[in-house]
């Protein structure tokens, strides 16, 4: 088992920056990679990013291409999203997620953490 826990979210106003952090804790040794996805009022859950835990190569979602970044830090067992110039339609809970079965399905969830972008 891989437990996932994010932080730092919270309200911004348009224009501005953010960065979250997803702390993993557990079996993180089978992790294989780490992603972030956001889930909007009324919207389906929507993919962003996502690193190789090891490699550390990275993926983008078009919608998150020049303004979001992920990174990790693997003696922290954390992984970040570094987002800037933010919009009103950021506006989302934004989920932290784990692969380590390699199946291009996420395996574990962190509870999320709540952006808003006031404009």
């Known amino acids: 088992q891989v437990q996932l826990v994010e932080s730092g979210g919270g309200s911004v106003q348009a224009g501005g920056s953010l960065r979250l952090s997803c702390a993993a804790s557990?079996?993180?040794?089978?992790?294989?990679?780490m992603g972030w996805l956001r889930q909007a009022p009324g919207k389906e859950r929507e993919y962003l990013a996502s690193i190789a835990w090891n490699a550390g190569s990275t993926r983008y979602a078009n919608s998150a291409k020049g303004r979001f970044t992920i990174s990790r830090d693997n003696a922290k067992n954390t992984v970040y999203l570094e987002m800037t110039s933010l919009k009103s339609e950021d506006t989302a809970i934004y989920y932290c997620a784990a692969d380590d079965t390699r199946d291009e399905s996420w395996d574990y969830w962190g509870r999320g953490t709540l952006v808003t972008v006031n404009s």
């Open positions: 557990g079996r993180t040794s089978n992790v294989y990679r």
